[in-house]
């Protein structure tokens, strides 16, 4: 029996237990957060792994359950926990990485005063990822999905003494908002059209794979693009990107787990989970490729001109996303999950090695460091790892994945196919770039903390190599010569489906783009000074400034609706405002009136007395008189 | 002579309600008022010896009457003097406390 599977939905209490250990605990007790935090993370991450194991076994059936949460009439809402073969494949790089983070911030939170809170929101995150991915229908979906959205920003805004680290969170809060509320239109639009209202995703699957007209084209269509909004805004795809490079404020550990390997990857799987809506639909399987290719080649030519380490890595994260929206828009989705899968791993790995560096010279300037490679061998070495399986050498995992994306490019839209080898080419570029200037040659501020740097302690270096290691290994689940990932994936008779043409193009860009980024950053610089900045200035200074994308929205939306708001405002005040005020003064002024009468003379006060008694006399003689 | 008795009551009356509405002396005012009174003693008295009922009642009545105004104008003038050291005035303009 899947002994393991029935009771996967412990998976995410481990953490939400644990984040209310720690709350409950206090800020006093700091190494018993380290520890609560790190051992149920491990905890589930065993736990998932046991289920990825009973879900290897071959014709594993998928696992539903829950129980009746709202029933309204005769509508029932349910809630419960699903999984399929791709949901545990989600657990369990969640929970890894989410472990190795945990075991990560040990090391690089050490000193942070408020590191218990930090402990509380990673496992309170991690509880709503957990949720996420184990959820059975679209609302429950929904719920996790704000809620790792608030984890976002509480982390992102984790130092929010420093006020860049306000506005960062904010503005990924807002951004991601925008795509959020297409994803609550979507979710609506669904539980009006689907039959009996149902949200669950086996439903969904049932009703758009056989679509007999249930639901008519242009709905389908407009739930796809509402859902890919979400995901959009998720994922940090263009138009929607911008609140990615900022989230780059929170802590690293932070940016490794939120914002490479696991909620950005969110909105790839939402799309991936709702698969079926988007077949149905022509126009948004094209928009989504589209996206994603123009994303994948857009971030990546930000990241070459960027001098902040991490937010290289968060543009590379930005188009890497794009390469795994290019391939569910392609309609390989298992292509797109292999990636995110792999990317998880060695982005992780990426960003972790960033936050080693960081964490050794307090800076985030590649301009100023260099020759770090001595100094610290270990990371220097899991970083150029990491950094070679991004790029795309072989054997590691990334050239894999990007492989499978771009072999189902090359037969389906050759435009995508040179677009996603453009961008593969200039991630090799700034991956080398990154390389060169931080790890070799020598240090260029003269800073005491660069030259004097010292290696990170085993606490962090530890999962840096177990990352590594991954980072090596993860692509062999699926090579051009053995399909079994994606057969395992979607339950479908996998086909190699090798080209020998991507793979020479893929390892040739990969190649081309290390040489080329060691030309211009490397050796060429040591000698003349003279880089790619100088040659093109216009061209890096468009890249330098994110094409002013971040301005532009400043100016339209921003200014649009502060001005907006400053002519409601102005209304509320003068129009409104104005209204309420004019009925005091009136009521003043018939105050005012009324005072005179009472102005304390008793004799007056009589007069009218006796005029009134005039007034009734004259009236009952009057009526005597007429009747 | 009934009528009589109670047109030369009204005329009283009506000098006495005009003096305690418009006099601004306070005890001309209290004289006003015993006019006002005296008004009533005189209808009182009238009604109790021409009346559609003839009885003493009227006359004991009125002789209460007197006495109650006696003690009246006893407390007022007191108030008055009073009132007269510390204000300094008895002009009953002043006396607009109740206002605030």
Partial sequence: MDTYTNIAWVIPLLPLAGFLVITALGRGFRAASVWVGSALSLASFVLSLLVLIERLKPNAVDYNNGFDWIRIGDYTLTIGFEVTNLTALMLVVVTLVGFLVNVYSAGYMKDDERITVFYGYVSLFSFSMLGLVLSDNMLSFYLFWELVGVCSFLLVGFWYARPAARAAAKKAFIVTRIGDAGLFLAILLLFWYMPEHSLSFTMIESVFDHQGGTITAGITTLIALLIFLGAVGKSGQFPLHVWLPDAMEGPTPISALIHAATMVAAGVFLVARTFDIFQASEAAMTTVAYVGAFTAIFAATIALAQNDMKRILAYSTISQLGFMMLALGLGSWTAGIFHLFTHAFFKALLFLGAGS?????????????????????VTAWTFAIGALAL????????FWSKDAILTVALEQNPLLFVVGLAAAFCTALYMTRLFVLVFLGKPKAAKASIAGAKESPAVMTAPLIALAALAVIAGFVETPWNGWFASWLSDEAGASHGSALAIVLSIAAGMLG???????????????????????????KLAENKYYIDE???????????????????????????????AGVCANAAGKLALRLQNGQVQTYSLAAVLGIVVIVIAIIGRRMLS | MLPSYLTMAAILFCIGLYGALAKRNAIIVLLSLELMLNAVNLNLVAFSKYGVVPALTGQIFSIFTITVAAAEAAVAVAILIA???????????????MRR
């Fill in chain 1, 357 to 377: 560096v960081i964490h050794a010279v307090h800076t985030q300037n590649i301009q100023e460091m260099g020759g770090l490679g001595k100094s610290m061998r």
């Fill in chain 1, 514 to 540: 290390i040489v080329s980024g060691w030309l211009l950053f490397g050796k060429r610089r040591e000698r003349s000074g003279a880089g790619f900045a100088e040659r093109m200035p216009g061209l890096v």
């Fill in chain 1, 391 to 398: 790029s795309g050498i072989p054997p590691l995992s990334g």
């Fill in chain 2, 83 to 97: 009132l007269f050291r510390s204000r300094g005035t008895v002009d009953v303009e002043a006396f607009d406390r």
């Fill in chain 1, 552 to 582: 532009g929205y400043e100016a339209v939306f921003v200014k649009g609706l502060r001005g907006l708001g400053t002519a409601l405002a102005a209304f509320d005040k003068y129009v409104i405002g104005g209204a309420v005020k004019l």
